[in-house]
C-alpha cells in the first residue's frame, strides 16, 4: 500500500499540475459555453458585453507594463543584434504567412484580414514565462517584447494596409490611434507604476495576472459567443491556420535565428517571441479599429493555443542542454 507520504506527494503533484492547466481549462469551458449558450455572453441587460473588450484590454496591457522598466527598453543598446533580428524575422515573416494562409484556405473579409492582424502584432507578455521555462534568454525576450510592442503603433497599422487591405478596408490612422490608446497608453502607465511606485504598490503584482487570466477568459468567451454562428462552417479550418501560423513561427523563429548564428539561447528566445504573438491586442483592435467581431475569431483561437503549445515546447526544450 502507498505510504502517507507518498500520497501527501501525489495529491501535491495532482494541484500542480491543475494549477498549471487551469488557465487553459477555464478557456475551453468559456468558449464551450459560449458555443452552446451564446446569449448568456452577448449582453447583460440592456448592455452590449462587447464594449468590454477594450477595457480589459487596457487592464491587461496595464499589467504588462507593470512587469517592465525603462532599462527593458534601453536594453537593445546591449543587445542590438539579437533584437534586430527577432524583429525583422517577427513583422517581416508573421504578417506573411497569415496572408498566405488565408488566401490558400480560402478565408475572405474579416475572418482573413483577422488572420493577418494576428500576425502583425508584436509579441506577448506570456513569451517572458515561456521563454524562462525553456531555458531561454529571458533579458532578450523582455527586450523583444518591449520594442516590438513599441514599434508596433508604425508597424502593425503599414502591414494590415498592405496585406490584409485586400480583403477589407483598412483604416490606418484608426489603427494607430487604437494602439496608442489601447496598448501603448496603458502599458507607459504600468512601466511608470513599476518605475516608481514599486514598493507602495507590490499588490499589484499579486493581482493583474489574475485579473489578466480572467479578462483573457471573458474577451475569448465574448468574441466566441459573437460568432457562435460563423464557427460552425470555418471553425475546423480557422483552427488548422492558427495551428500552422504558431508552429511556422518556432519554426522560422529558431532556424532563423541559427542562420545568423545566434546561440541556442538566444534562437529559443527568438522562436518563442515569433511564435507567441499578442492575441489580446489583435482582439481589441478588430473590436475597436476594424468594428468586427469576425476579425477577432482567429486571435481568439491563436491566444489559447499559443499558451498550449508554447508550453509544450518549453517543457521539451528545458530537458534538453543549451550548449548545443
Known amino acids: 500500500m502507498p505510504t502517507l507520504r507518498r500520497v ?95 488566401h490558400g484556405f480560402g478565408l475572405t473579409g474579416h475572418v482573413a484580414a483577422g488572420v493577418i492582424l494576428v500576425g502583425s502584432c508584436p509579441g506577448g507578455v506570456a513569451s517572458n514565462l515561456i521563454t524562462f521555462l525553456a531555458k531561454g534568454n529571458v533579458a532578450l525576450s523582455v527586450t523583444m517584447t518591449a520594442c516590438s510592442t513599441l514599434v508596433s503603433p508604425l508597424l502593425t497599422p503599414l502591414l494590415m494596409d498592405t496585406l490584409a487591405g485586400q480583403f477589407v ?13 489601447m496598448v501603448i497608453l496603458p502599458i507607459f502607465l504600468g512601466v511608470l507604476v513599476n518605475q516608481y511606485l514599486k514598493n507602495r504598490a507590490a499588490w499589484l503584482k499579486d493581482v493583474l495576472p489574475v485579473v489578466s487570466m480572467l479578462g483573457i477568459v471573458v474577451i475569448i468567451a465574448i468574441i466566441t459567443s459573437l460568432n457562435h454562428d460563423a464557427i460552425r462552417y470555418i471553425g475546423l479550418s480557422l483552427i488548422l491556420v492558427v495551428v500552422i501560423h504558431n508552429m511556422a513561427g518556432y519554426l522560422l523563429g529558431y532556424w532563423g535565428a541559427r542562420l545568423f548564428r545566434l546561440s541556442e539561447r538566444d534562437a529559443r ?56
Not at 72 to 79: E, G
Not at 292 to 317: C, D, E, R, T
Open 8 to 102: 501527501v506527494s501525489d495529491v501535491h503533484g495532482f494541484w500542480a499540475t491543475l494549477r498549471r492547466i487551469g488557465f487553459t481549462l477555464s478557456v475551453l469551458l468559456a468558449v464551450l459555453a459560449a458555443i452552446l449558450w451564446p446569449q448568456l455572453f452577448q449582453r447583460w441587460g440592456g448592455f452590449e458585453t462587447k464594449l468590454l473588450i477594450v477595457p480589459l484590454i487596457q487592464v491587461i496591457m496595464f499589467g504588462m507594463g507593470t512587469t517592465l522598466s525603462i532599462s527593458d527598453f534601453t536594453q537593445v543598446l546591449k543587445m542590438p543584434r539579437p533584437v534586430l533580428i527577432g524583429l525583422v524575422i517577427q513583422f517581416g515573416m508573421m504578417p506573411v504567412i497569415g496572408w498566405g494562409l488565408a
Open 169 to 181: 478596408a483598412i483604416p490606418f490612422w484608426g489603427l494607430m490611434i487604437s494602439i496608442l490608446k
Open 269 to 324: 528566445t527568438v522562436a518563442i517571441e515569433v511564435g507567441l504573438q499578442n492575441s489580446g491586442m489583435a482582439t481589441g483592435l478588430a473590436i475597436s479599429a476594424l468594428d468586427n467581431v469576425k476579425a477577432g475569431l482567429a486571435p481568439a483561437i491563436f491566444g489559447p493555443w499559443m499558451n498550449m503549445s508554447g508550453s509544450v515546447l518549453a517543457s521539451y526544450w528545458r530537458q534538453r542542454p543549451t550548449n548545443l
